[in-house]
């Protein structure tokens, strides 16, 4: 049997149930990841941006399930609620966060709001992101200014992971995964905001290689403090709310994803090292811009520069 066959076999079947722009629950949360069980995650926190919905929400309730605390976060208080409710009722804790990651401010205060309540952090799971609407061409700014994927995807969590780093080291062994994507399109440093020229394929694209430039960079000097950081492509057009409103037909169930990231976030196999770029559960290579040294230094001061003007 082949390996894909074999984790097609492995995923839970329930899909249908995320019909609709507001996902109900989807299948009961599994007993066991890559050899962690339930209860075994018991004491640990972990923060999964974007999980009021889509493959952010299955994650947060797997981890739950294996006896995390779970710092669910997104826009949507209603929903977000929701999933913690959710959470407790398979007998872990939770909070809901809201924060908008189109302001700079808001991710700083969010950060901030974690490290005043939270005494560790395990896990960061970077998963909060946008995709084109279908029909829309427009180049949408965030708060401060900044192309808005550019912004969502990737800015929010430069500046996140950084701003609980300490959190995380004091916490050591623990795990950053940056949930990127297959699309990628290389950073023109020349016009980065893509004012010149846009497209939202473009835009999303070049959002989620920042993500894995990003990964590559800090990978090393975060394991020094034993944080391991490794990023993804989930899987290829899952069924969630951002592929619905693009338009897009879902080709891979939410599940294939959820297994994909529980890989990064249990596995023992990943638990050092890191700097890591994965399509699904196998490793593999980036867009050549991601293995340029000279790029990531770039990404990295084009960064700070925008962090700091907010
Ligand atoms: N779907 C796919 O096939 C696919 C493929 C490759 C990679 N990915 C990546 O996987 C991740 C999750 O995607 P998904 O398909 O699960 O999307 P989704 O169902 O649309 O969920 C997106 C999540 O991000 C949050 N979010 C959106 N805008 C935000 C903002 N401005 N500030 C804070 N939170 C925000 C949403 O919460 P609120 O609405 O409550 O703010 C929601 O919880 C994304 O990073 C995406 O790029 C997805």
Redesign the pocket.
Known sequence: MSGWTRRRLLVTLGSAATAGLVAPALAAPRDAWFGVGRGELTGQVALV?????????QVALELAALGARVLV????RE??EAVVREIRDLGSEASFYA????AIAEVRALAEAIRGDQDRLDLLIN?????RREGDETRHLSADGHELMFA??YLAGFLLTHELRGLLAASAPSRVIN?A?RAQAPLDFDDPMLEREFSPGRAYAQS?LAQILFTLDIAEAFAADGITVNSL??????D????RLAGMAPR?TVEE?VEAVMQLAVSPDYGAGGGLYLEGLEEARAHPQAYDEHARAALRRLSETLVAGD
Do not use: E, Q, Y
């Open positions: 941006t974007g999980s009021t919905d889509g493959l952010g929400r976060h997104g826009r949507n929903r977000g924060a908008d990651f189109a998963n909060a992101g946008i995709w969502v995807n949930v994507s989620k492509h989930p899987a290829t057009l899952m969630t709310t951002m592929v891979a994803g």
